[in-house]
């Protein structure tokens, strides 16, 4: 990106870009339906009673609800074991009128999540949780891809982000968020450093980033004084106090483009979880083009 004059940086509204989605992905849902009769559904297992994933758990619904989707929530008790939430995952896998299976995380412990994502069948991740999508990412394969990274991608490119060659920098090793996003970051041909809360002289590392993805799950944890000048900083973090990962202030007086939290990352994870979940059905249904 060239050097840009401005007193603050530009705000990658994801709300406006997610209206979008939802809107393509209700074009997907009406056609399913006009063709077949059947209603695309997305099944959510929420294990437990964490606040904050009943809270996103309603988002998704309502979205759904939205483009005129079913959505199916199972909901099992805190000391759910892992044979317990594979036993109800098995079921909606073996439900031809379930399209995309959702299992929320976290999920409590000892539940072994990973576990738990192998039994989604491949056709039905619209997540993108299992090791098989994870892989096709990595390699570049069409894929549902984890919904994070691929909200952020279709963000990048809405306001038309260079990557080619640039140097991005990731603050999170998830394999469900840091590690997808830097292949995709990677298939994109930037030149990637991914970090985490332990790398040593991160601040430095981050100094160099022309984009700058934060995910690393501590609120302001990305410093402002850390920012390049006229980087792009996506910031994917949603802690207690609608606070993100990065010093939002003190960053956008640096950055060109940066993502507010709420409003930016959080709206283009659940559109493109619902955009996924028409395109699975249609693929189910003999539909898609």
Wanted: net charge neutral.
């Amino acid at each position: 990106m060239g050097v840009v004059d401005r007193a603050e940086a530009t705000l990658l509204d994801g709300r406006a870009l997610a209206r979008k989605v939802l809107a393509g992905a209700a074009e997907k849902v009406a056609r399913a339906r006009n063709a077949t009769g059947v209603t695309p559904t997305l099944a959510t297992v929420l294990v437990g009673d964490d606040p904050a994933s009943a809270t996103y758990v309603r988002m998704k619904r309502k979205r759904c609800d939205e483009v005129g989707m079913a959505s199916l929530l199972i909901e099992l008790p805190r000391g759910t074991t892992t044979d317990e939430l594979v036993t109800e995952i098995d079921v909606l896998a073996a439900d031809a009128a379930v399209h995309g299976i959702l299992v929320q995380h976290p999920v409590p412990s000892p539940i072994d999540r990973r576990a738990a994502f192998e039994r989604i069948p491949v056709p039905k991740d619209v997540d993108g949780v299992t090791s098989a999508a994870l892989g096709r990412v990595i390699l570049g394969m069409p894929a549902y891809v984890p919904c994070t990274p691929a909200g952020i991608m279709r963000l990048l490119n809405q306001y038309e982000v260079e990557l080619d060659g640039v140097r991005a920098t990731v603050i999170g090793r998830s394999p469900i968020l840091g590690r997808p996003m830097a292949s995709m970051l990677i298939n994109a041909h930037a030149t990637v450093t991914l970090c985490h809360s332990r790398t040593r002289e991160l601040s430095d590392i981050v100094r160099h980033a022309d984009v700058l993805i934060a995910a690393v799950g501590r609120p302001r944890f990305v410093r402002g004084s850390w920012i390049k000048p006229n980087a792009v900083v996506i910031d994917c973090g949603y802690n207690e106090g609608n606070v993100g990962d990065v010093d939002f202030e003190a960053a956008r007086a640096r950055a060109a483009l940066i993502t507010p939290v709420p409003g930016g990352v959080g709206p283009m994870t659940i559109a493109t979880l619902i955009d996924q979940t028409a395109d699975a059905t249609l693929a189910q249904l003999g539909l898609l083009d």
